[in-house]
């Protein structure tokens, strides 16, 4: 009995802190994912209003390298489509200091040199646009952009869940409604499963080109309307049972009254 009795608290206190930590990084990586979608947001909001911030600069140095390789693989290991550009990197003085813009695209960089005067486009201090044409880089395959890419799937599901547990607790608040975790595992999955489709119908766009600024937001606000909707016919359910129980029905009546 002290073996066991022992054992118990170690094994709760260990699952406690494995839960602890699992919120924090869900946390950290949602704050990430939220941060990075306001950002992209705001700058693609500011590009098509013409709120940006002006200030003329110029070009102090001016460098440039070339970007090769596949589009794309094919059979036996990579007969994609063979794809070689020209990318560079702007250095730039203005009022409040130096800038440098990497990455900018061979149409932009092409119409620069060193020593000329342009007008710079600036969001909260990052340079957006050159002359009027776009240096942004925009959602991209850095190393959080990729993190928070790969890991979206998770992050909208555990928003979905966030979201139907919050709803249950104040249901049971309001209407003395328990709703139950194999109550709430039902909205959940169906939520989860409508937030992947529509992320992988975003994927699917964005192979053609077309990406929106606010792309996380989408299978998180699909998959918890649906999944909020299933979870309000639960609650319908369990307050029609709980209505029979009151009135005395019997348990085989309610059962057969709640499938109809």
């Known amino acids: 009995m002290s073996d066991t009795s022992e054992a118990e608290p170690v094994g709760s206190g260990g699952g406690r ?33 013409g709120s940006l911030h002006t200030a003329a600069a110029s070009v102090t140095e001016l460098t440039s390298h070339t970007v090769s390789g596949y589009s794309g693989g094919g059979q036996a290991g990579g007969s994609g489509t063979y794809f070689t550009h020209t990318e560079y990197t702007v250095r730039l003085a203005l009022g409040e200091g130096q800038k440098r813009v990497d990455k900018v ?17 600036l969001w909260h201090g990052r340079v957006v646009e050159i002359d009027g044409q776009d240096v942004w880089p ?10 928070l890419i790969v890991l979206t799937p ?15 607790f104040l249901a049971g608040r309001a209407g003395r409604v328990r709703v139950s975790r194999d109550d709430r595992f039902g909205p959940c999955a169906l939520g989860a499963a409508v937030g992947m489709a529509a992320l992988l119908a975003l994927l ?8 929106l ?15 909020l909707a299933r979870l309000s016919a639960v609650i319908r359910r369990l307050r029609r049972l709980g209505r029979l129980a009151a009135e005395g029905t019997p348990a ?5 009254s709640a499938r109809a």
């Open 17 to 49: 802190v494995r839960r602890a930590v699992f919120r924090l990084v869900m946390a950290a990586l949602i704050l990430l994912l939220a941060g990075r979608t306001y950002q992209e947001t705001a700058v693609a909001l500011a590009r098509s209003d």
């Open 154 to 168: 998770l992050t909208t599901a555990y928003l979905i869940s966030l979201a139907v547990s919050a709803a249950a």
């Open 213 to 227: 600024a606010y792309w996380p937001a989408v299978p998180v606000c699909a998959g918890t309307a649906v999944a």
């Open 138 to 147: 925009g959602w991209h395959f850095g190393t959080l952009d990729v993190t």
């Open 105 to 121: 695209a061979d149409q932009v960089g092409h119409d620069l040199w060193e020593g000329k005067r342009v007008v710079l486009g």
């Open 204 to 211: 699917v766009d964005a192979a053609f080109g077309n990406i």
């Open 252 to 256: 085989g009546t309610g059962s057969a």
